[in-house]
Nanobody, 128 residues
Framework: QSQLVESGGGLVQTGGSLTLSCTISASSLRSYHIGWFRQAPGKEREGISCISNSGSTLYQEDDVKGRFTISRDYAKNTVTLQMNNLKPEDTGVYFC?????????????????????WGQGTQVTVSS
């Protein structure tokens, strides 16, 4: 069974940057589409960004467009979410998720129910 491990969260001031990493083990990264989700206190988990197994960015939440970039490194079995110009409303626990390529991905990037595997999450806090 595949496992996902997030890293890179922390505390940053408004306007700062963080780089989140999601490493998948026990399987090839090419077998999965990868998504990043955020869960703010008291809110539902929401989709932030999603990348296909072939490296195409399929979805970006409107508020992060131009600020966040998703990419994948096949050699390291890692997907990275580069977050720039962070805002207090970006605060939350960030999760990466994997969806097997045997299932279609288009149209479900921001639907948490569609994802097969989840990491444990990493906290991102943006101070004002």
């Amino acid at each position: 069974q595949s496992q996902l491990v997030e890293s890179g969260g922390g505390l940053v001031q408004t306007g700062g940057s963080l780089t989140l990493s999601c490493t998948i083990s026990a399987s090839s990264l090419r077998s999965y589409h990868i998504g990043w989700f955020r869960q703010a206190p008291g809110k539902e988990r929401e989709g932030i960004s999603c990348i296909s197994n072939s490296g195409s960015t399929l979805y970006q939440e409107d508020d992060v467009k131009g600020r966040f970039t998703i990419s994948r490194d096949y050699a390291k079995n890692t997907v990275t979410l580069q977050m720039n110009n962070l805002k207090p409303e970006d605060t939350g626990v960030y999760f990466c998720a994997a969806r097997s390529t045997i299932f279609p991905i288009r149209g479900v990037c921001n639907d948490a129910r569609a994802w097969n595997y989840w990491g444990q999450g990493t906290q991102v806090t943006v101070s004002s």
